[in-house]
């Protein structure tokens, strides 16, 4: 099993352009959550899909933001256009039950 | 207030120590309680849950839950520099969907 599989690992970019993060969960998974995680806020929930449906998108911070699942086996966080706070360790993480979460190793951006 | 408070540390200890990581939360509603760890640029990993008050012991970890003070523990037992990473503790919100990490706590064991 090769767990959440995140890419890029780094992405450096100008303010105004957009980002596309993806991600891969664990085979079988049927939840998918995406986290930001920063020094001054720790690690906050953006969105959550079961079974490939938003569930809560409450944490998603503007409407810069945008997710989607277009199948069990993939997922993107899209921000448009992005901006120097919006730099942070991005994670995607799934499971099959809530209590144990999977984490990928996370995508650091920086916008500059 | 926060739902979840952490001491973010760090914390330094000697090898070999007895070490001990603590949460208090807010929600007396919480049923179960959960430590990760995080290593340096790597996702954090479930180490220990727990879904009732008392001692729940998985080698050289315990946790421990004591829901009258609504505070919770992490003691680690002869540390190793392995164990240097920063423990979260977890646990779900206020809606089912959401599990609310704390800050975390930096921890480097010192050989």
């Known amino acids: 099993d090769a767990g959440v599989i995140q890419s890029p690992r780094h992405e450096v970019t100008e303010m105004g352009q957009e980002v596309t993060l993806r991600c891969k969960p664990i085979s079988g998974h049927n939840s998918l959550f995406w986290y930001r995680q920063t020094m001054m806020r720790g690690l906050e929930l953006l969105i959550y899909?079961?079974?490939?449906?938003?569930?809560?998108d409450s944490g998603m911070p503007e409407d810069r933001f945008s997710a989607k699942m277009p199948n069990a086996s993939f997922s993107t966080l899209k921000i448009q256009p992005s901006e120097p706070r919006d730099s942070a360790v991005y994670f995607c993480a799934s499971s099959l039950e809530r209590v144990s979460l999977h984490f990928g190793n996370g995508t650091r951006l920086t916008v500059t | 207030q926060k739902e979840v408070e952490q001491d973010p540390g760090p914390l330094s200890v000697p090898e070999g120590a007895i070490v001990s990581l603590n949460c208090t939360y807010s929600?007396?509603?919480?049923?179960?309680f959960m430590w990760y760890r995080q290593y340096s640029r790597k996702g954090p990993e479930l180490l220990m849950y727990t879904y009732s008050s008392g001692n729940k012991e998985d080698g050289r970890f315990t946790a421990q839950v004591d829901k009258s003070s609504k505070y919770i523990s992490l003691f680690i037992r002869d540390s190793q520099p392995s164990d240097s990473a920063t423990y979260l503790c977890?646990?779900?919100?206020?809606?089912?969907?959401?599990?609310?990490f704390g800050s975390g706590t930096r921890l480097s064991i010192r050989p």
């Open positions: 929600n007396s509603a919480f049923q179960y």
């Open positions: 899909f079961n079974n490939n449906v938003p569930i809560d």
């Open positions: 977890a646990m779900p919100g206020s809606s089912a969907s959401k599990i609310i």
